[in-house]
């Protein structure tokens, strides 16, 4: 039985963009139900509709409280019999009383190898801090922002010519690799949060490190076939 992900997003939706293509393919562990924004006019809200998906804006001016909020997106998260919540560039803060609900099962992808660089402007702070590698991380999500445990990496070159438009860009096409083979490791039940740590099983260190070649910034995709049941 395929997983029901969710899709939570604020803005354009490129890694939205990214897990519906890898659902359409029959091998794939998992299926998209939904996608949810908390702005109303975010990009990726329209892309998701036009692509035939149900789609639904649960915006804060709508809400008294940001906890009234997150109780409408619970309801609407058991509504739509969600297994796996996914954030996709999804800008606001969830309550402890959401992710504590949905524990082990809501996923977000950052821009930067966590620990590393929480929060925003990810990229100008690798730049800033002279490093040789940056990249984007796949996490479950707990209370502190960024802080959950990292189900899947991925890694690219730091260039000598980059600024922070090159560099985003060359990281979100790893995330675009990235976030697909890590929902699909959640969905088999092959990384699975046990406290403050992701347990993995049947995976090999390809299975959770997406790294450059030596001599271009393409991440090496093929452990992503192997990840296929
Ligand atoms: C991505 O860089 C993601 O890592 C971060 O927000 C951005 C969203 O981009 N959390 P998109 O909306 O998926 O294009």
Wanted: aromatic share 4%; glycine share 8%; with cysteine.
């Amino acid at each position: 039985m395929k997983k029901r992900v969710v899709i939570l997003i604020s803005g354009r939706g490129s890694n939205m963009g990214a897990l519906i293509e890898a659902a359409g393919d029959p091998a794939c562990p998992f299926v998209i139900v939904g996608v949810i924004s908390n702005k109303a006019d975010a990009k990726g809200l329209a892309a998701a509709s036009s692509l035939g998906l149900e789609t639904k804006a649960i915006t804060r001016d709508d809400y008294p409280s940001k906890t009234a909020l997150d109780e409408a997106l619970d309801a609407e998260l058991t509504r739509m019999r969600a297994d796996i919540v996914c954030l996709a560039g999804y800008m606001r803060l969830l309550t402890p009383a959401l992710t504590q609900k949905w524990a082990g099962r809501i996923i977000n992808i950052h821009p930067s190898l966590l620990p590393l660089f929480r929060g925003l402007d990810t990229h100008n702070k690798a730049l800033e801090a002279g490093m040789r590698i940056h990249g984007c991380s796949v996490h479950f999500v707990t209370e502190g922002m960024d802080e959950g445990p990292i189900v899947a990496q991925a890694a690219v070159p730091v260039m000598p010519d980059d600024n922070a438009d090159t560099l985003e860009a060359r990281v979100l096409r790893a995330e675009h690799r990235l976030y697909p083979l890590a929902v699909t490791l959640v969905a088999l039940g092959k990384a699975r949060m046990e406290g403050s740590r992701v347990v993995l099983s049947g995976v090999g260190a390809e299975g959770v490190l997406l790294s450059p070649g030596a001599a271009s910034d393409e991440v090496d995709i093929e452990s992503l076939a192997r990840m296929t049941p």
